[in-house]
């Protein structure tokens, strides 16, 4: 047995004299290890357990030997909490610019300029999978397809009531975090018809309301002080409480599309899955928090139903045609349905054909009048204005929609009037106290549209257009001008606007 062990022994020692020889470039570290797993192998083991030890030991050695003479990779210099992408950006690219400080709107003598804004990408062609077609109609004549597409466009009890199952469904899921929150819903529209750029103009408002005091203290809840909350920014607590509510609607199953804090009204577009139960179909929603403008657009397209149903039919005629031809997406630059509303008003308050004036000013509606500020200076005294006879000789409202587009194509001075529907009558733009907007065209200023806001005097709406959106605009009523004037169909005039599609040369395809 002595014999056996001696051999073992000696068997071994040749061994580690056979692996030290080839790992003598090798660290310290790594020498232990071997050393470590020879004297485990020899104590225990017999010989035959012995020799697999010992080979592994080798094939240990070889390997650590080859990692050892891998070429390592540099340390980054780049901070952790820096992506690679932005440190790219960061060498290759210039230090910007500051940017130009804002003139102040509410000032009268300051002038807005649209240059230092950033300009929206131009819209790119896309194939679609599943394109939306023009509506068709049944009717052959001009005002029986407006007739027939207003009995599809107008909101239904149906509709009403999936508004009210939609703001139940949220203020459950957001009445855990605030409770004194109070959920408004609004249809402009009918869901059912209108599917051309749904998302991007929703049919639905949803409008949260507390104040800014309990809101402060429920999104801070362990840090809530009086004081901080008289220094807190009004602006960016609305924004903060809206990206908490949208994370709790989105966990409550509603889906997320986008959001709009660049605005003077923040907002967020969600959809409404099948899934909820609600309704069959995925519904697009605007929800923002302590906003008034929903509330302004349903009180004015109220009243002006009750005073004469064809002044709001035809403001959700407008509307449609406006959102199916893409002139209609406020973050595009482009006229929102508010503003699409008041752009009719206003042309109904002013018109001369026919029966004239069909809508009064603004101080004869009852409610709106009501929403105005205490100290606005046309509340003082109420003007006069007598409403047409009822005549058999009644214009439709396709005949309205003619005149709409004709007035605003050929008549309508975009770059000296103002669109009021305070006042009631073709006004000056310089006459009111709106900030001027001017935007740079080609080296030289051109004036942008004015157009007041009925609420707060001192805000210029037209402020959001911009060369491309503007000539868009001009585009739209030309389009609709033509297609008046030669009788054209109205699913040919409401036919889904699309980006042109980019040319193809026809010599570098054969080429190819």
Not at 308 to 322: C, G, Q, S
Request: charged share 20%; proline share 7%; with cysteine.
């Amino acid at each position: 047995m002595s014999l056996m062990l001696d051999q073992a022994l000696r068997e071994v020692r040749v061994a580690t004299d056979s692996i030290a020889s080839k790992v003598q470039k090798l660290d310290s570290s790594t020498l232990v290890i071997i050393f470590a797993a020879t004297l485990c192998a020899v104590l225990p083991l017999d010989i035959s357990q012995l020799s697999f030890a010992l080979i592994g030991a080798v094939l240990y050695a070889l390997l650590q030997k080859q990692d050892g003479n891998a070429p390592k990779k540099p340390l980054s210099t780049v901070p952790r909490n820096i992506r690679p992408q932005q440190s790219n950006a960061q060498a290759r690219s210039p230090k910007p610019s500051p940017k130009p400080k804002q003139t102040n709107n509410h000032n009268p003598n300051c002038t807005s300029y649209s240059a230092p804004l950033k300009i929206p990408a131009p819209e790119v062609y896309k194939q679609s999978i599943k394109p939306i077609t023009a509506p068709s109609f049944c009717s052959k004549d001009w005002d029986g397809e407006v007739q027939e597409l207003l009995s599809q466009i107008t909101p239904t009890a149906e509709v009403h009531d999936i508004v009210k199952q939609l703001t139940q469904k949220m203020l459950q899921t957001i009445k855990g975090t605030i409770p004194e929150i109070e959920i408004t819903g609004f249809a402009s529209a009918n869901l059912s018809c209108g599917k051309a750029f749904g998302v991007a103009v929703p049919e639905i408002e949803i409008v949260a309301s507390v104040s800014p005091e309990t809101l402060f203290r429920r999104l801070h809840t362990r840090s809530y002080e009086s004081s901080a909350f008289e220094k807190m920014d009004i602006r960016k607590l609305q924004k903060s409480a809206l990206r908490s509510c949208a994370d709790q609607l989105v966990a409550a199953g509603f889906k997320f599309r986008r959001s709009a804090f660049k605005g003077l009204e923040p907002k967020v577009t969600l959809l409404a899955p099948a899934a909820l139960g609600i309704s069959t179909e995925p519904i697009p929603i605007d929800f923002s928090i302590n906003v008034v403008t929903p509330l302004y657009n349903a009180a004015l397209l109220t009243e002006c139903g009750k005073i004469d149903m064809r002044t709001k039919e035809l403001i959700l005629l407008v509307k449609r045609w406006a959102k199916d031809r893409a002139i209609c997406h406020t973050p595009k630059g482009h006229l929102s349905p508010y503003m699409w509303g008041l752009l009719t008003i206003h042309f109904l308050q002013v018109r001369e054909n026919g029966e004239g004036a069909l809508l009064p000013t603004l101080d004869h509606f009852e409610v709106s009048s009501g929403l105005l500020p205490v100290k606005a200076p046309w509340r003082r005294q109420k003007s006069q204005w007598t409403p047409p006879k009822s005549t058999e000789s009644k214009q439709s409202v396709g005949a309205l929609f003619k005149e709409f587009v004709q007035f605003f194509e050929k008549e309508f001075d975009w770059a000296s009037e103002a669109v009021s529907i305070h006042t009631g009558q073709r006004v000056a733009a310089s006459a009111l106290k709106l900030a001027s907007h001017v935007m740079i065209q080609d080296g030289a200023s051109v004036a942008a549209p004015s157009i007041e806001d009925p609420f707060d005097v001192t805000r210029n709406l037209g402020e959001c257009m911009n060369n491309a959106s503007f000539a868009r605009l001009k585009e739209e009523l030309s389009r609709a001008q033509e297609l008046c004037v030669r009788s054209g169909s109205l699913s040919e005039l409401l036919e889904p606007w699309t980006p042109a599609c980019p040319e193809v040369n026809e010599h570098q395809n054969d080429e190819n």
